[in-house]
């Protein structure tokens, strides 16, 4: 019986032995996948935790819209789409006939008011010099006058005073031609009774007709010395407006800055002209030049719509050139990749034209916004039912090196961008 039970233990002791063998193999097979997985998932996570990439990515560049800047028929095309040119090559030609006329007018116009302003230049200089000159002309001249007047008045006084001697003369004259009268009647009744001789009476007629003759000279002395007030004071009167037009011209000669300044001012006004009809000749010029349209950069020609014969508006689109030398890349990346992302750090770029062919860069750039603020509608996050949507911010990347001839970026391309945030 003890022996029966000794087997049986035994029995079970190596059942138990051959099922803990499994477990162990399959706990060891746990640890080594584990460690296989972790071995192969850190350098993953490694790798991938500093990069961070988008297929929302483009080559971007310059496109350069070629317009008409004046109006007119075109009579010469000198390109054709798709087409290389140097910077300053001719694009097109506008007919600039009427151009030409339009200067040549201007250019007369502006000649015209040049003359006007030189003459009117010439004007100021000379209305001061002519009103200063007639300024001291007329001060002269009513110095004069106010001597001439002083001197008319002092020969009119003097007249008057020839013409009181002259009276008193007069008076004196009459009194004794009157008593030469008396005396000679008193001599008729002595001479006819005899008492006085024919000498006597002869000697009274004789003073009688004396003092008549004195009294009548008198008389005219005082005639002409009226005559000769009447003339001093006519003199004085003459004088008198003399003296008044001479102020007169004084005061107009002093208005000399005034006249000046209306000059000054005329002048000023033909030189405004003369400006305005400069700058339309300016603006001729530059409409004529504008009828030749040439490239402002070097590049390609793209969307090209001119036509010989065709007739442009100012403004109207004709081409655009595109420049291959100066691209970029112009990546879309999500908000969430953006944490660690900075300007400067490297980056490769990877172009689905080529095959995968890869660029190296750098991140020049990111931009202030993101792209959906920049839309023609906007989002309005504050109406309506609000929906969060991951956002994209461009992000800027320039390539190390111009892409080779044989590889040429061009705008729109698509591209697969790397950025490397350590």
Do not use: C
Request: proline share 5%; no cysteine; hydrophobic share 40%.
């Amino acid at each position: 019986m003890s022996d029966q039970v000794e087997n049986k233990t035994s029995e079970l002791e190596e059942q138990n032995s051959a099922g803990e063998q499994p477990q162990s193999r399959l706990r060891w097979i746990l640890i080594a996948l584990a460690v296989a997985v972790a071995v192969v998932a850190v350098p993953l996570y490694r790798y991938y935790s500093v990069r961070e990439s988008t297929d929302d990515a483009q080559v971007d560049g310059h496109i350069h819209p070629i317009g008409a800047r004046v109006g007119g028929t075109v009579d010469r095309v000198a390109v054709e789409s798709n087409q290389y040119v140097e910077a300053g090559t001719l694009l097109a030609q506008i007919d600039p006939r009427d151009y030409q006329t339009a200067l040549a007018k201007a250019q007369g116009d502006m000649e015209e008011q040049e003359a006007l302003w030189r003459a009117s230049q010439a004007d100021v200089p000379v209305t001061f010099e002519t009103t200063a000159s007639r300024l001291s002309d007329t001060e002269a001249g009513v110095a004069e006058a106010k001597a001439s007047l002083l001197a008319s008045q002092k020969e009119a006084e003097a007249g008057r005073a020839r013409l009181n001697a002259a009276q008193a003369r007069v008076r004196e004259a009459a009194a004794n031609s009157q008593k030469a009268a008396r005396d000679l009647d008193r001599m008729k009744q002595l001479i006819a009774k005899e008492e006085i001789s024919q000498q006597q009476y002869d000697a009274s007629v004789a003073a009688a007709e004396s003092l008549r003759a004195a009294e009548e000279a008198a008389q005219a002395a005082v005639s002409d010395a009226e005559a000769g007030i009447q003339a001093a004071l006519s003199r004085v009167a003459r004088e008198q407006a003399r003296l008044a037009q001479s102020e007169a011209a004084v005061q107009a000669a002093r208005t000399a800055p005034e006249q000046v300044l209306a000059i000054r001012a005329r002048s000023d006004s033909v030189r405004a002209k003369y400006e305005r009809a400069k700058a339309a000749v300016a603006q001729a010029q530059l409409d004529l030049e504008y009828t030749t349209i040439k490239a402002p950069v070097s590049g390609i020609v793209s969307k090209k719509s001119v036509e010989v014969g065709q007739t442009v508006q100012p403004g109207q689109p004709l081409l655009a050139i595109v420049p291959l030398e100066d691209i970029w890349v112009t990546a879309n990346f999500k908000e969430t990749q953006l944490r660690n992302m900075r300007p400067g750090q490297k980056a490769t770029v990877s172009v689905d034209a080529y095959g995968g062919r890869d660029y190296q860069g750098h991140v020049e750039s990111i931009a202030a916004a993101t792209g959906a603020k920049f839309s023609l509608l906007p989002p309005e996050n504050a109406t309506g039912n609000y929906v969060k949507v991951v956002q994209r911010i461009p992000v800027k990347i320039i390539l190390d090196k111009p892409p080779d001839a044989e590889h040429p970026l061009r705008p729109g391309m698509s591209v697969l961008p790397t950025v490397f945030t350590r």
